[in-house]
């Protein structure tokens, strides 16, 4: 019987083989935050499929690529900007301003990566 620091020590020599397969496979991992609104919606979809949360989330991003309509944003996130890069932004060597998308696909394509 194995005690509870030796399971330890294998299941997290099993997770580091795990994260290092899929690297090696081209996955990224990534850390987010959900609003309570996301949560409850997630929660729903994956009672009622039964796919676990990153087959879920998987979907919902590759459908992003698709030509579906997605409703703006009510509530978009405020960047958070530390003193030094607000000196940053002011000072007009560092940066070259953005040009606007003249093309409409490419302006709707680009809100639906403002929900990420």
């Not at 998987?58 to 607000?86: F, M, T, W, Y």
């Amino acid at each position: 019987m194995l005690t509870i620091e030796q399971r330890r020590q294998t299941d997290r020599k099993r997770r580091e083989r795990w994260r290092k397969r899929k690297l090696e496979q081209g996955c990224k991992q990534i850390q987010l935050m959900l609003t309570p609104e996301a949560q409850t919606i997630l929660e729903h979809v994956k009672s009622r499929t039964g796919e676990p949360y990153v087959q879920i989330i998987h979907r919902a991003i590759l459908g992003l690529d698709k030509d579906l309509p997605i409703p703006p944003s009510k509530n978009k996130a405020q960047p958070i900007i530390s003193e030094v890069s607000k000196a940053q932004i002011n000072d007009p060597g560092k940066t070259k301003s953005r040009k606007k998308i003249s093309d409409p696909k490419k302006v709707s394509q680009q809100d639906q990566l403002k929900l990420f």
